[in-house]
Structures are given as structure tokens and as C-alpha cells.
């Protein structure tokens, strides 16, 4: 139990590889027993996952980053096998967990070709996306950050649809470009921290403790800001993403809404703002950032109001969910980054599930035109039921998981600029627009053609992708306390390294809320941001 304990993350990381194995040894025939054997490992690997529930809280309290495993691995460039994770992170992992299993689960019977290579590429995937949320080293991260490029090209180009070479290589050229721009500005730390100190380190909690000059921390901040946002993606780097989630597969779909694009947003919060503070309060730069996320959020809703295509609407609909996202994150106060966080679960578990619900219908009718399906609630009452619980909390309905996210942004919003919240606030209607009209027209609308009164509704392993979604919204609804109890400490970690004299100041103002407390309205930073105290 002890050693389970002490390796737990290397446990959970590893699963997925060592699982690819035993694939090599299964007949390319024998499709059944590579669909058991992968779904199999995705659930050891949620099992696995579940002991980081109850031990989390366990931990030293004074703790931030907790389950450290640390080794050398390439002593002669400073790098280590070096895990660890904090309330960010755990909550980002046990996402990528239970998506994992629910997106391989939801495979069954849509890939039919090359099936034993499928699975291998998603176990792979799995690994490469868990070990960005563990590696407290930068080295080890970018190795995963680009490992999990890899598999992802291969479940568009391999299993996506008719334009999916298209689509896989563009998503490819992006992440890469972004990748090496991040590459340089890793590299740039790494070498003045060693002409400052003599010592090479990727080690990332070190390079937090130093003071890095302020004109290098611009550029630092612009070349991890690009990186981070293309994967997000932000406007005007989004350009990727409709495309590849399109011609991916259902499953492929769901982890790129799910868990990739929250890598970008993990990245702000975990390296641009505590490694680069003055940078990152920057007014000039805080403004940029903003304006695009703003932009995202109205520019995204709009054009899911124009889309024929289901997919493509939930597509451009995590453009503008995501903008909610960095707008928490460059508020720069608790509620915000607490928000933003809550809010990229959020956006895992509904659009997730949204994904899911296009490919259980396009399984049945291959089309995902929204004119070619009308009247499938009287035909499919069960898959109209799930559908709704996902559209109302996608749309962020009070009492579902949505709500909770979308409120706390925006007070994070408000307590800097009342102006940005009330641009989000558009943003908020224009999304219940569009999904309300998708559910009114493929559930209630006329049901002209004779291929929709046929369909059968959803069996029970294809329920079972959708109730633990359906479970996870309702519960942070409900009861949002634990997951803003696991965020309090590393995001005030990180206020208070953006701004002591304001974390001060919110201390000792602490008032009762629905959530940790942060500042009250009357303690709004002056220009947004302690970028001119530094």
C-alpha cells in the first residue's frame, strides 16, 4: 500500500503504456479481444486514478504539490523524472481519467478498420496527455507535451472523415509551430538561470523561486502565450480546430474538446503567470489577452449560431466556452482562476458529452445535418432526455455544472472591469441561443424524412458513456464546495505571487461566499493589475 501510495502517479502514467503491450500479441483479427483488452486498461487505469480522491486531502496541508516522485534522468542537462501535482492538476487528471475510459467505451462499434492500431494510439495518447499534468520538470514535460502530438495525427488521418488529411495536418503544423516557439522560451529560462547561477535545471518549482529580469520575461511571456494558445485555442489561432474536430473520430473528438485544448489553459495557469508575474500583470499585455478571450466568446457563439453541421456548431462552441476560460485566468484574482479551472472540467464533461451524443446519431443516420434529423425525441425518448441534461448544462442552467464555472468567472471578471463581464455576459446568451435552437430542431422539429422514424434508442453500454457525465454535472452543480476547497490553496499561490499587496489586502477582507473567497469588489486593482508596482 505504501509503495502504491509513494508511486501513485507513476502508476496512473504508466498504466496506458504498459497496456500497449500485450496489443502486439493480439491477432489484427481478433477485433473483439482488442476492443475488451483496450477498454479494459482505460478502466485500471480510472481505477487506479480514484485512490488520488480520498488521499489528496490526506496530505501535508502545507504542502502545494503533493505525491513527488523525483529522480535523475539526464544528469548532465539538469533534467529529472520529476511528478508531482497540486488541485489544478488533480482535477485536470481525474478528467483525463474518466474521459479516457468513457471515449474508448464509446468506440465499440464505430471503428471497424485497423482496430488493434486504434487502440494502441489512444493508450498512448492517454500517457502522453496525463504526464502534462504531472511533470513539475520542464524537460519531461515537453516530451509528453509532444508525445501526445503523435497519436492524436494518427486517430484523424487513420479513422477521421473524408477530409481528414487535411485536417490532421493542419492540426499538426499548429501544435508543432507552438511547440517550438514554447521550446525557445523554455530554453531561454533555462540558460540565464544557469548564467545567473551557475547550475542547469529544468526543474520548474527552482526556476519559480528566481528573479528573472523584465524584458526577458516579455519574451518569455509571448512565446509561451502563442504555444499555449493555439492549443486552447484563442482567437485568431482557432482556425485548427473546427476542421479536426470534424474529421475526427467520436472518441478523437471528445478528448480534443475534453482534455487537449485544456493543456493551453494549463499552461497559462501553471507556467506564464507564477514563472513570468511582472510579464503576466503586465496592463498592456492583461488587455490583449482579454480582449482576445472576449473576442472569442462573442466571435465563437456567433458563428455556432450560423453552422448546419452539429459537430462543427459544438466546434466553434468550445472556442467561445474557452474564452470564459482565459478571461478567469487574466483576471488575475481568486474567483477568476478558481473559475477558469472549474470551468475547463466543465467544458470537458458537457462538451464531452456532446460529442458523444453527435456520434450516437451519426452512427445510426451518417449525417450530422441538422435539416436531415427532426422529431428523433419521439423516436429516441431516452437519448432525448440525456441530450437535454447536456444541452442545459453546456448552456450553464442553474443547478448544473455549467452555472457554477460561468458564475464565478464572472465575478472574477466584475471585481477587475464591469465591462468585460458584461461582454461575457453576451457571450452566455448567444450560447443558450444556439443550443437551445440545435436541441429544438433535431429533437422537436418536423420529422420529414422516413429514415428517422426507425431509430433505435440507445443501448446500455452507449448510456453508460453518457451517465457519469450526466452524475459529474449535476454534482458540481449541487455541490460545487470540493472542487473550490482542492483550488483554494494553488490559486492563492499564485495571486499572491502575481500581487502580495493585493492577496494582502483580500486576506484580510475575506468575506462568506458560495466559494473560497477572494477580494471584494472594493479592493479592484487599480489599471487591473500590479504590473505597475513591480
Same mark, same amino acid.
Given at each position: 500500500?505504501?509503495?502504491?501510495?509513494?508511486?501513485?502517479?507513476?502508476?496512473?502514467?504508466?498504466?496506458?503504456?504498459?497496456?500497449?503491450?500485450?496489443?502486439?500479441?493480439?491477432?489484427?483479427?481478433?477485433?473483439?479481444?482488442?476492443?475488451?483488452?483496450?477498454?479494459?486498461?482505460?478502466?485500471?487505469?480510472?481505477?487506479?486514478?480514484?485512490?488520488?480522491?480520498?488521499?489528496?486531502?490526506?496530505?501535508?496541508?502545507?504542502?502545494?504539490?503533493?505525491?513527488?516522485?523525483?529522480?535523475?534522468?539526464?544528469?548532465?542537462?539538469?533534467?529529472?523524472?520529476?511528478?508531482?501535482?497540486?488541485?489544478?492538476?488533480?482535477?485536470?487528471?481525474?478528467?483525463?481519467?474518466?474521459?479516457?475510459?468513457?471515449?474508448?467505451?464509446?468506440?465499440?462499434?464505430?471503428?471497424?478498420?485497423?482496430?488493434?492500431?486504434?487502440?494502441?494510439?489512444?493508450?498512448?495518447?492517454?500517457?502522453?496527455?496525463?504526464?502534462?499534468?504531472?511533470?513539475?520538470?520542464?524537460?519531461?514535460?515537453?516530451?509528453?507535451?509532444?508525445?501526445?502530438?503523435?497519436?492524436?495525427?494518427?486517430?484523424?488521418?487513420?479513422?477521421?472523415?473524408?477530409?481528414?488529411?487535411?485536417?490532421?495536418?493542419?492540426?499538426?503544423?499548429?501544435?508543432?509551430?507552438?511547440?517550438?516557439?514554447?521550446?525557445?522560451?523554455?530554453?531561454?529560462?533555462?540558460?540565464?538561470?544557469?548564467?545567473?547561477?551557475?547550475?542547469?535545471?529544468?526543474?520548474?518549482?527552482?526556476?519559480?523561486?528566481?528573479?528573472?529580469?523584465?524584458?526577458?520575461?516579455?519574451?518569455?511571456?509571448?512565446?509561451?502565450?502563442?504555444?499555449?494558445?493555439?492549443? =486552447?485555442?484563442?482567437?485568431? /489561432?482557432? @482556425?485548427?480546430?473546427?476542421? %479536426?474536430?470534424?474529421?475526427?473520430?467520436?472518441? +478523437? $473528438? !471528445? #478528448?480534443?474538446?475534453?482534455?487537449?485544448?485544456?493543456?493551453?489553459?494549463?499552461?497559462?495557469?501553471?507556467?506564464?503567470?507564477?514563472?513570468?508575474?511582472?510579464?503576466?500583470?503586465?496592463?498592456?499585455?492583461?488587455?490583449?489577452?482579454?480582449?482576445?478571450?472576449?473576442?472569442?466568446?462573442?466571435?465563437?457563439?456567433?458563428?455556432?449560431?450560423?453552422?448546419?453541421?452539429?459537430?462543427?456548431?459544438?466546434?466553434?462552441?468550445? =472556442?467561445?466556452?474557452?474564452? /470564459?476560460? @482565459?478571461?478567469?485566468?487574466? %483576471?488575475?484574482?481568486?474567483?477568476?482562476?478558481? +473559475? $477558469? !479551472? #472549474?470551468?475547463?472540467?466543465?467544458?470537458?464533461?458537457?462538451?464531452?458529452?456532446?460529442?458523444?451524443?453527435?456520434?450516437?446519431?451519426?452512427?445510426?443516420?451518417?449525417?450530422?445535418?441538422?435539416?436531415?434529423?427532426?422529431?428523433?425525441?419521439?423516436?429516441?425518448?431516452?437519448?432525448?432526455?440525456?441530450?437535454?441534461?447536456?444541452?442545459?448544462?453546456?448552456?450553464?442552467?442553474?443547478?448544473?455544472?455549467?452555472?457554477?464555472?460561468?458564475?464565478?468567472?464572472?465575478?472574477?471578471?466584475?471585481?477587475?472591469?464591469?465591462?468585460?463581464?458584461?461582454?461575457?455576459?453576451?457571450?452566455?446568451?448567444?450560447?443558450?441561443?444556439?443550443?437551445?435552437?440545435?436541441?429544438?430542431?433535431?429533437?422537436?422539429?418536423?420529422?420529414?424524412?422516413?429514415?428517422?422514424?426507425?431509430?433505435?434508442?440507445?443501448?446500455?453500454?452507449?448510456?453508460?458513456?453518457?451517465?457519469?457525465?450526466?452524475?459529474?454535472?449535476?454534482?458540481?452543480?449541487?455541490?460545487?464546495?470540493?472542487?473550490?476547497?482542492?483550488?483554494?490553496?494553488?490559486?492563492?499561490?499564485?495571486?499572491?505571487?502575481?500581487?502580495?499587496?493585493?492577496?494582502?489586502?483580500?486576506?484580510?477582507?475575506?468575506?462568506?461566499?458560495?466559494?473560497?473567497?477572494?477580494?471584494?469588489?472594493?479592493?479592484?486593482?487599480?489599471?487591473?493589475?500590479?504590473?505597475?508596482?513591480?
Amino acid at each position: 500500500m505504501q509503495f502504491a501510495h509513494d508511486h501513485i502517479l507513476s502508476i496512473i502514467l504508466f498504466i496506458p503504456v504498459v497496456g500497449m503491450i500485450p496489443l502486439f500479441f493480439i491477432s489484427g483479427e481478433n477485433k473483439q479481444a482488442t476492443r475488451w483488452w483496450g477498454n479494459v486498461v482505460m478502466f485500471v487505469d480510472f481505477l487506479a486514478s480514484l485512490p488520488l480522491v480520498f488521499w489528496f486531502s490526506r496530505e501535508a496541508p502545507d504542502q502545494q504539490f503533493k505525491f513527488i516522485e523525483r529522480h535523475n534522468w539526464i544528469p548532465s542537462i539538469g533534467a529529472q523524472y520529476f511528478l508531482g501535482i497540486d488541485g489544478i492538476s488533480f482535477l485536470l487528471i481525474m478528467l483525463t481519467t474518466v474521459l479516457g475510459f468513457l471515449a474508448v467505451l464509446s468506440s465499440w462499434t464505430s471503428i471497424q478498420e485497423r482496430v488493434k492500431e486504434y487502440y494502441a494510439m489512444f493508450l498512448l495518447l492517454q500517457a502522453g496527455m496525463l504526464g502534462v499534468f504531472m511533470s513539475l520538470d520542464f524537460f519531461l514535460f515537453y516530451v509528453f507535451w509532444e508525445v501526445m502530438l503523435v497519436p492524436m495525427y494518427f486517430i484523424i488521418g487513420v479513422w477521421g472523415g473524408p477530409r481528414k488529411l487535411y485536417a490532421a495536418i493542419k492540426f499538426f503544423l499548429f501544435t508543432l509551430a507552438g511547440s517550438v516557439l514554447m521550446l525557445l522560451g523554455i530554453l531561454t529560462l533555462y540558460f540565464r538561470y544557469h548564467a545567473d547561477t551557475g547550475l542547469y535545471t529544468f526543474n520548474v518549482l527552482e526556476l519559480m523561486k528566481h528573479t528573472w529580469p523584465l524584458n526577458l520575461q516579455y519574451w518569455v511571456f509571448w512565446a509561451f502565450m502563442v504555444g499555449f494558445a493555439i492549443k =486552447v485555442p484563442m482567437f485568431p /489561432f482557432h @482556425t485548427w480546430l473546427p476542421d %479536426a474536430h470534424v474529421e475526427a473520430p467520436t472518441a +478523437g $473528438s !471528445v #478528448i480534443l474538446a475534453g482534455v487537449l485544448l485544456k493543456m493551453g489553459t494549463y499552461g497559462f495557469i501553471r507556467f506564464s503567470l507564477p514563472l513570468l508575474p511582472q510579464a503576466s500583470t503586465n496592463p498592456r499585455i492583461v488587455k490583449v489577452m482579454v480582449v482576445l478571450s472576449i473576442i472569442a466568446i462573442i466571435y465563437g457563439a456567433l458563428v455556432s449560431l450560423m453552422q448546419r453541421d452539429m459537430k462543427k456548431l459544438i466546434a466553434y462552441s468550445s =472556442v467561445s466556452h474557452l474564452g /470564459f476560460c @482565459t478571461l478567469g485566468i487574466f %483576471a488575475l484574482n481568486p474567483h477568476g482562476l478558481q +473559475g $477558469s !479551472v #472549474i470551468q475547463q472540467v466543465n467544458h470537458g464533461i458537457s462538451t464531452g458529452a456532446l460529442f458523444l451524443i453527435v456520434g450516437l446519431i451519426y452512427e445510426r443516420r451518417h449525417t450530422r445535418e441538422i435539416k436531415e434529423l427532426g422529431g428523433l425525441s419521439n423516436v429516441m425518448p431516452v437519448y432525448a432526455t440525456l441530450f437535454m441534461i447536456v444541452m442545459l448544462s453546456s448552456i450553464g442552467l442553474p443547478l448544473l455544472n455549467g452555472f457554477i464555472g460561468e458564475f464565478t468567472i464572472l465575478q472574477g471578471a466584475y471585481e477587475v472591469s464591469w465591462r468585460w463581464a458584461a461582454w461575457a455576459v453576451a457571450g452566455i446568451v448567444l450560447g443558450a441561443a444556439y443550443m437551445l435552437w440545435l436541441y429544438q430542431r433535431t429533437m422537436f422539429g418536423p420529422c420529414e424524412n422516413p429514415k428517422n422514424q426507425v431509430l433505435k434508442d440507445l443501448s446500455f453500454r452507449e448510456i453508460m458513456t453518457l451517465v457519469p457525465l450526466v452524475i459529474w454535472a449535476f454534482w458540481i452543480g449541487l455541490y460545487p464546495k470540493p472542487f473550490f476547497n482542492v483550488l483554494d490553496k494553488p490559486v492563492n499561490a499564485i495571486v499572491e505571487r502575481l500581487n502580495p499587496d493585493f492577496f494582502k489586502a483580500a486576506q484580510s477582507a475575506r468575506a462568506p461566499a458560495m466559494s473560497p473567497p477572494a477580494a471584494p469588489a472594493s479592493l479592484e486593482m487599480p489599471s487591473h493589475a500590479a504590473g505597475a508596482s513591480h
